[in-house]
C-alpha cells in the first residue's frame, strides 16, 4: 500500500545498487514517489486515503482518527483503518 505514495516534500536517495552510473558516484536520486521502507511513506499513504475518504463525504471520528463513517440511504456505512 505504501508504495508510489505521494510525498510532499523532496527526499534523496543514493543510487540503488544495480543501477549507478559510474561516471557520476557523487549523484543522488530525488525521490516522486515514496519507497517501501521510507519512513514517509504511511504518512503519504494516510493523507492520500483521508483525502479520498472525505472527498466521498465520510466524517473522521473524533474519538479514532482512523474510524471513517457515512449515512447512505438510511444506512450506516463504517470504515476502519
Same mark, same amino acid.
Request: hydrophobic share 40%; glycine share 8%; proline share 4%.
Given at each position: 500500500a505504501f508504495l508510489n505514495g @505521494?510525498? /510532499? /516534500? /523532496? @527526499?534523496y536517495i543514493e543510487q540503488p545498487e544495480g543501477f549507478e552510473v559510474f561516471s557520476s558516484e557523487s549523484h543522488v536520486c530525488s525521490l516522486k514517489r515514496a519507497l517501501y521502507g521510507l519512513k514517509q511513506a504511511p504518512?503519504?499513504?494516510? &493523507?492520500?486515503? %483521508?483525502?479520498?475518504? &472525505?472527498?466521498? #463525504?465520510?466524517?473522521?471520528?473524533?474519538? %479514532?482518527?482512523? !474510524?471513517?463513517?457515512? @449515512?447512505? /440511504? #438510511?444506512? !450506516?456505512?463504517?470504515? @476502519? !483503518?
Amino acid at each position: 500500500a505504501f508504495l508510489n505514495g @505521494v510525498i /510532499e /516534500e /523532496e @527526499v534523496y536517495i543514493e543510487q540503488p545498487e544495480g543501477f549507478e552510473v559510474f561516471s557520476s558516484e557523487s549523484h543522488v536520486c530525488s525521490l516522486k514517489r515514496a519507497l517501501y521502507g521510507l519512513k514517509q511513506a504511511p504518512r503519504a499513504w494516510y &493523507t492520500r486515503i %483521508d483525502s479520498y475518504f &472525505t472527498g466521498l #463525504g465520510f466524517s473522521k471520528s473524533e474519538v %479514532d482518527p482512523n !474510524l471513517y463513517q457515512i @449515512v447512505v /440511504e #438510511g444506512k !450506516l456505512l463504517i470504515i @476502519v !483503518l
